[in-house]
């Protein structure tokens, strides 16, 4: 019989997050990530500081899947164009991703700058997509949370099997997008009128 060969970290997050999509984010264990991977539970003590770090590890991995997401979805793209497709992908990544979804969202302590440098990151680019509507600072970062609330909601509601009508999920998110802009624009327009 041939040696098992042994697993690295990359390999073991990859399963990770391939459990937490399949059961929630909550329900990994050590034992089931070890029976996964077919190595017993101390072996991945070599990769993770327990259970709290494998946590940890896939917070940061969801954030950076999610940026790289935008990154991607982003690069040539601008204005209201640029922000629907912001919107898109966020809720894409919370259908298609949903246990790393929920590994983004974990709360970040002050010690862990790993994870709060990919979370502003993703903040600010954010913030870049929102520079045409001429948002003050504060605004923008209102925006933002705006943004989040409307497509994390969205993403919540669907996967939790509330929107039960005979009507077209898609063409849901892609009206509330719109209104969203048109919002957005609206409050340009009143900004410009009183400068």
């Known amino acids: 019989m041939s040696p ?4 690295d970290r990359l390999h073991l997050l990859q399963t990770a997050a391939e459990l937490a ?5 909550h329900t990994i264990t050590l034992a089931a990530l070890a029976g996964r991977l077919g190595v017993r539970s101390p072996s991945l003590y070599n990769h993770i500081d327990g259970l709290p ?5 896939l917070t940061l991995c969801g954030l950076q899947v ?6 991607n979805v982003l690069a ?4 209201q164009d640029a922000l629907r497709h912001a919107c898109l992908t966020y809720v894409h990544f919370a259908r298609t991703r949903p246990g790393l979804y929920e590994a983004a969202l974990q709360p970040i302590l002050p010690e862990q700058r790993e994870i709060q440098q990919v979370g502003d990151q993703i903040v600010e680019l ?20 705006m943004l989040r609330s409307l497509c994390h909601g969205f993403a919540s509601l669907e996967r939790a099997g509330q929107f039960a009508l005979d009507l077209d999920r898609n063409a849901s998110l892609e009206f ?3 209104v969203f802009i048109d919002g957005l624009n609206l409050h340009e327009d009143d900004h410009e009128h009183n400068v």
């Open 126 to 145: 954010l913030l870049q997509v929102l520079a045409p509507f001429s948002l003050e600072r504060a605004e923008a970062l209102h925006t933002v949370r």
């Open 76 to 79: 040539g793209r601008s204005g």
């Open 53 to 57: 770090g494998l946590h940890q590890a």
């Open 4 to 7: 098992r060969p042994g697993i």
């Open 66 to 71: 999610l940026q790289q997401q935008l990154l």
């Open 21 to 25: 999509d399949e059961s929630g984010f």
């Open 176 to 178: 509330m997008i719109t």
